[in-house]
């Protein structure tokens, strides 16, 4: 039995234990329901290196997906204009939505007021499933929007499911150790494209870098390449297991 396997299986008697019952990942299929999910990153480009494949399968299969961003991206020389443009090109891509939290790029704010305008951005959208960037993380933009996520769920009374991804290991994400691992080695050229959309990012470096971890992710799992998880222990349900060996 592999680790994927012990894993799949603790997923499934974590539903059976009190999580909602997600019978198909299809929304289109018996017992199936759309979903609506939500990935949270510091910046354009986050979401699509961390998430991407999986956004892919998710909106393949007929879910909802909206990319939460914490800032616009713009740092000089690079417009604010230039970020929006290649997120909503990336979001195309993907078939998501682009949403902006409307902090300054380098600049996070955590604190009092800022929780509470995040978190009636993030209860407007009626998540049932975010997915956002690990705690321990070198970039302080990265680490502000994981605290502001984690506050509205524990405050939400953990009313979605909440997950964190990992991006650039080494460089920005550290100590990750994943629970889930998501099959994307379909779902590749999709993440370069929607990547890639981020022209001014120098796109080829960063890319590289995230593949990387894709493909060490894949051995681990099992698969040619894969994305992986960490749960949040008291998550209602745990969907994402269901996307585990497929």
């Not at 990319?67 to 998501?96: F, M, Q, V």
């Amino acid at each position: 039995m592999t680790r994927r396997d012990l894993l799949i299986g603790a997923g499934a008697a974590a539903v059976a234990l009190g999580g909602p019952a997600v019978h198909s990942l299809r929304a289109d299929a018996p017992g199936g329901r759309k979903l609506k999910v939500v990935v949270a990153g510091g910046h354009p480009g986050d979401p699509e290196y961390g998430c991407g494949g999986t956004v892919s399968r998710l909106t393949s299969l007929g879910h909802e997906v909206v990319l939460l961003y914490l800032n616009d991206g713009a740092w000089p020389p690079t417009p604010a204009s230039t970020r929006i443009a290649e997120a909503k090109k990336a979001c195309a891509i993907l078939h998501a939505r682009p949403l902006y939290a409307d902090q300054q790029n380098g600049h996070a704010i955590v604190d009092n007021a800022h929780y509470e305008t995040y978190a009636t951005l993030l209860a407007a959208e009626k998540p049932d499933v975010v997915l956002t960037q690990w705690p321990i993380d070198n970039h302080r933009d990265h680490r502000a929007i994981t605290m502001l996520t984690y506050d509205a769920w524990k405050n939400s009374k953990q009313s979605f499911a909440l997950y964190y991804y990992e991006v650039s290991d080494g460089e920005d994400t550290v100590q990750f150790s994943p629970t889930h691992y998501i099959d994307i080695t379909e779902q590749e050229p999709v993440k370069r494209a929607a990547c890639f959309a981020h022209a001014s990012q120098t796109p080829e470096r960063y890319y590289k870098m995230q593949d990387d971890v894709a493909l060490f992710r894949g051995v681990e799992g099992g698969y040619k390449r894969a994305e992986a998880f960490v749960l949040q222990l008291r998550s209602p349900g745990d969907p994402l297991q269901l996307l585990m060996g497929r």
